[in-house]
């Protein structure tokens, strides 16, 4: 078992892919209590069945429904999460002149705006006892933009901008911000390994975060990148 200093963590925007590896990493390796969050209770209790995880439906997008979930959280875990993932994002695909400027903005809401939300939160339970830690699934699109994905480039780069913000602001509070870049596409459940690894193993990225929470105060990183070797730099 890996030993944290950390005992309760809420994963917003967990799905059966890295959400669920996050909880099984968390929950099972680190021994910590789980609760897990999303739009949709289904992907949820198959979380929670396998894992003992907490499942709580929220749309991280309403800040009510955010001030609610940290409430029902903290009820489910017995104490305010001392780690808290917001791994949520929403893709518009679609040529520049063509897509639709609602569709942008939802995208971008969802993408940064909301992790906003869930990491203010977080962070006003965590700086009591300066001690925490948020973290934040990025993605390539947070370094460079690619053709017609100018919505997931502004939530991801602005998701970016956030975290090392916030790094800035709350490392010497005792509060440990990172943003880890997934720089790759994640292989689906059941989806065999290729044997090229070209696509990224959830439970492997799972395993970083771990690292991420494991690291000694004098050496927090703020930002890691995840990335198949057969991806192009």
């Not at 990493?25 to 069945?49: D, H, K, N, Q, T």
């Not at 489910?76 to 518009?92: E, F, I, K, T």
């Not at 602005?158 to 990172?178: F, K, N, T, V």
């Amino acid at each position: 078992m890996t030993v944290l200093p950390y005992r309760r963590a809420l994963i917003v925007g967990a799905g059966p892919g890295l959400g669920a590896s996050l909880a099984r990493a968390f929950a099972g390796e680190c021994g910590m209590r789980v609760a897990v969050a999303a739009r949709r209770r289904e992907p949820l209790e198959a979380i929670a069945s396998e894992t003992g995880a907490a499942p709580i439906v929220a749309d991280a997008s309403d800040g009510a429904a955010v001030d609610a979930l940290f409430d029902a959280a903290e009820l489910a875990l017995g104490g305010a999460p001392d780690v808290v993932v917001y791994n949520a994002s929403q893709r518009v695909r679609g040529s520049f002149v063509e897509v639709d400027a609602q569709a942008v903005a939802r995208a971008v809401d969802v993408t940064a705006i909301a992790a906003f939300r869930v990491a203010q939160q977080a962070v006003r339970r965590m700086l009591p006892d300066r001690h925490g830690a948020v973290l934040f699934t990025g993605a390539s699109a947070g370094i460079k933009g690619f053709a017609q994905s100018a919505a997931f480039a502004m939530g991801k780069f602005a998701l970016r901008g956030l975290a090392q913000s916030m790094a800035r602001e709350l490392a010497p509070q005792g509060i440990h911000i990172a943003h880890v870049v997934v720089d790759g596409a994640i292989r689906p459940v059941g989806v065999p390994n290729n044997g090229q690894d070209s696509l990224l193993d959830p439970d492997a990225i799972a395993a970083t975060y771990v690292h991420l929470l494991a690291q000694p105060r004098s050496v927090w990183s703020w930002e890691i990148e995840v990335r198949p070797w057969v991806e192009h730099f």
